[in-house]
């Protein structure tokens, strides 16, 4: 069994989780497990494998997630993460959108388990030692009793999959967008204790709706891991706290104010690699959730970022903003 450690993880998003916001989560977090956004196999076979694949060494643990439903294709990417250094490669299982399906992948190779069991098996011959892991749902429009959840389950696994992330809501693929998927469809989470009731040789986290860790601590006490989605990207600060509270972690977390700083000086290195700024410091908006000038912190950086020719001194700037208005006295602030 390829074992993986008992973790808190962000779920891989579209447009979210790319390298920089990864980065981020780390200076943040040293024990949260990271995802990559989904990276179709074909992209990478036919196109910039270094660019796609691309992380900073800060990131570990950090997996790769795939999406594609060609073993063969399949097989030469698992072994292309494996050769970069990923810590665990993942098939998208989960996703409900139009453009995925019609590429088929994501939620729809729930309905056919021996093919998602054939490309894990591939994915395990390329990715060699590195773990082969599996996102899903726990059901896809009418597939979506628990008896149909086992069999996907218990086929997959035979290809050498033991662990699965299950975001606990079924996926209607017809009818709802990727957004309302995340949010219409009943929450389920007995379905995932079941799970690892009547798999107790494999390991499953949990996803789906987890918007804290007072939230979180009981499934990842009960269960393999927890993957928080969204919340972790609005309030990326939320993540100050999981070293200490999962993993026993005796080192102070970093303040809002020493994270922001030290992205400063990776905002200089990306940009001398050609990355846009906006792209950098979008990810930096939820910072400051909750605290005074947090939307003239967002706004800084929003107006910063698109000016042209514009640098690091964007976040500097802004950071010195918020730091001086949340040093003045409450009456001195502006309406």
């Known amino acids: 069994m390829a074992f993986i450690k008992k973790h808190i993880s962000i779920a891989p998003m579209m447009e979210c989780t790319d390298k920089h916001f990864r980065f981020l989560a780390r200076l943040i977090s040293k024990h949260v497990r990271l995802y990559t956004e989904m990276v179709t196999a074909p992209a990478i076979v036919h196109g910039k494998k270094e660019f796609l694949l691309a992380y900073d060494p800060s990131e570990h643990p950090v997996a790769l997630q795939l999406g594609g439903s060609n073993a ?10 494996a ?84 975001h606990a809501r079924k996926a209607w693929l017809k009818g709802l967008s990727p957004k309302e998927n995340r949010e ?39 269960l ?12 990326p600060m939320m993540l100050a706290a999981v070293d200490a509270r999962f993993h026993g972690a005796t080192d102070v977390a970093p303040t809002t104010e020493e994270v922001a700083r030290a992205y400063i000086p990776y905002v200089r290195d990306q940009m001398a690699r050609g990355e846009r700024l906006h792209f950098i410091v979008r990810h930096l908006h939820g910072l400051f959730l909750g ?16 000016r042209p020719g514009a640098g690091a001194e964007v976040v500097e700037r802004a950071l010195d903003g918020i730091l001086n208005l949340a040093a003045r006295p409450q009456e001195e602030e502006e309406g």
């Open 184 to 222: 219409k469809p009943p929450l389920n989470y007995e379905t995932v204790r079941r799970l690892k009731q009547d798999f107790p040789q494999l390991q499953f986290a949990l996803n789906g709706g987890i918007v804290s860790l007072d939230q979180a601590e009981p499934w990842f006490h009960e």
């Open 83 to 166: 050769e970069m250094g990923y810590d665990e490669i993942n098939l998208n299982c989960g996703c409900p959108s139009d453009r995925v399906q019609s590429g088929k992948f994501g939620a729809c190779l729930m309905a056919e388990p021996s093919l998602v069991r054939d490309c894990v098996s591939a994915m395990v011959r390329g990715a060699g030692a590195v773990p082969v892991t599996v996102k899903c749902r726990i059901g896809i429009d009418d597939k979506d009793s628990y008896e149909e959840l086992k069999t996907f389950v218990a086929t997959v696994a035979e290809g050498g999959c033991d662990f699965f992330a299950v």
């Open 224 to 235: 393999d891991g927890v993957m928080i989605g969204r919340e972790a990207y609005r309030d």
């Open 291 to 306: 605290a005074k000038g947090a939307k003239a912190w967002r706004t800084a950086l929003a107006e910063g970022g698109a």
């Open 72 to 81: 063969d294709e399949l097989e030469r990417c698992a072994a292309l993460g």
